[in-house]
């Protein structure tokens, strides 16, 4: 598998295995170290995924190094401020039951960011966390950010697939040295993503299914992908996109699917913002 290296020097696979919307702890943890043992080392979790826990759990019964894993979850709403990021911190790294992160990341951008980025750059300089960054931050307020902190974000985690390809924020990204990363990268099964006509033609010609080919056309382009699943054949699948490279041709092809537009949340309405931080995840 390949990895990228992001703008503080550390080193992230670019691919990894995302747990959004396995609460279950029995079964997330299975799904962890069926993971692990398939052979990714990249775990994206958050505090608002509500099964930290059950990460951490499968990271020590998988008895892997931790210095071989990539690990990152995140800020939920509820806690992002200067005192709440500091206090969430450790309340995630006491639930994972490890001693650092390699990834933390703001969850949205909502409440006060801007304080909690500032406790985030002082984790990463106490070394508790080796990269820093954000989710869903569109390119205004990423922007915005970058321009005023001393630690330019490493990650923006935001939705990425064949139907939602976001150029210019990618653009916007590599301008400020940031790293995409996609969640979602199946579009959540939208436009039946996984029999697509296209795709699926697609990856005929390599002998690869359509999800394949959707996950590597989003490496090709240099984003890191997080595909979830709870069935092992499917993490295998998804895992063995590295023997082939789309062509030229065919990423113009599936360029030309773009929509423009997500088809799963609206981070500009109203109710959207309401119905976000309305979730609390404790007391």
């Not at 005192?83 to 909502?110: N, P, R, V, W």
């Not at 909690?116 to 070394?127: F, S, T, V």
Request: hydrophobic share 40%; with cysteine; glycine share 8%.
């Amino acid at each position: 598998m390949d990895s990228i290296t992001l703008n503080n020097g550390v080193s992230m696979p670019l691919e990894g295995f995302g747990v959004f919307q396995i609460p279950d702890q029995e079964i997330c943890k299975k799904a962890v170290l069926d993971a692990l043992d398939t052979g990714y080392t990249l775990i994206d979790t958050a505090a608002a995924y509500m099964n930290e826990e059950a990460v951490g759990k499968a990271i020590r019964e998988s008895g892997r190094n931790r210095e071989d894993l990539f690990i990152t979850t995140k800020l939920w709403v509820q806690d992002t401020s200067y005192e709440g990021a500091k206090k969430a911190f450790q309340t995630s790294l006491d639930k994972l039951g490890l001693e650092y992160l390699d990834l933390y990341l703001i969850h949205q951008a909502m409440n006060d960011y801007y304080g909690a980025w500032r406790a985030m750059e002082e984790l990463y300089r106490e070394g508790r966390v080796r990269a820093i960054g954000v989710c869903n931050f569109y390119p205004a307020r990423l922007a915005d950010l970058a321009l005023h902190c001393d630690v330019i974000p490493a990650v923006n985690q935001v939705e990425l697939h064949p139907f939602f390809q976001q150029a210019g924020a990618l653009g916007n990204m590599a301008a400020f040295g940031i790293q995409p990363e996609a969640w979602g990268p199946f579009a959540e099964g939208r436009h039946g993503i996984f029999t697509h006509p296209l795709l699926s033609e697609i990856g005929k010609k390599y002998g690869k299914s359509a999800a394949q080919v959707a996950l590597r056309w989003n490496v090709q382009r240099g984003v890191v992908v997080i595909p979830k699943s709870t069935h092992r054949e499917r993490m295998e699948q998804n895992i063995s996109i590295w023997d082939f490279s789309l062509s030229q041709e065919d990423m113009d092809r599936i360029a030309a699917l773009d929509l423009g537009h997500s088809e799963i949340i609206d981070h500009s309405d109203p109710a959207v913002i309401r119905w976000i931080c309305g979730n609390r995840i404790h007391d």
